[in-house]
């Protein structure tokens, strides 16, 4: 039984990305906001309730051949603000990326709110979120004022 508990649940990659101590059910989620969905060419693995000390259980994702970029840690912030992501290079850690999520969101998401001022292509302003809370994640937009639906945010990328 102890041998089985230490047991790796997905294999080790030679080069890509892993990002781990996603929140719990959130893995889905996160996958969306990086766009990743059945068109990506490469193999994704995924586990979700993982047993975690800290967190109690966690999602973990790992994305072979893929190496993400500032825009989309920005993006990951916004489902797993606390996630850990690591850059794989011959199945070795190359590089510890960190997220992190100031005091606002800026030219990552657009409001959610059709009559915002950021909606009109005639006012080039930049998609400013003030983050009100972390936990749970409450966003505002800059302008309007109106609080943002994480679900509706991940259909207004930038």
């Not at 983050?131 to 109106?146: A, D, K």
């Amino acid at each position: 039984m102890a041998q089985e508990h230490n047991m790796r649940r997905v294999t080790a990659i030679r080069n890509g990305t892993v990002i781990d101590h996603i929140p719990s059910g959130q893995a889905m989620r996160v996958l969306e906001m990086l766009a990743i969905d059945k068109s990506t060419s490469v193999p994704v693995s995924m586990v979700m309730n993982v047993p975690s000390k800290k967190m109690g259980t966690k999602d973990i994702i790992k994305v072979e051949d893929r190496e993400l970029n500032q825009d989309e840690l920005n993006r990951l912030a916004l489902v797993a603000p606390d996630a850990r992501v690591a850059i794989i290079r011959a199945y070795s850690v190359a590089e510890k990326l960190t997220i992190e999520l100031g005091d606002e969101v800026t030219n990552v998401v657009s409001c959610t709110f059709s009559n915002c001022i950021t909606t009109n292509p005639r006012e080039p302003l930049a998609h400013r979120l003030k983050v009100m809370s972390r936990e749970p994640l409450e966003l505002r937009c800059h302008y309007c004022g109106r609080p943002q639906d994480l679900e509706e945010l991940i259909h207004n990328l930038l």
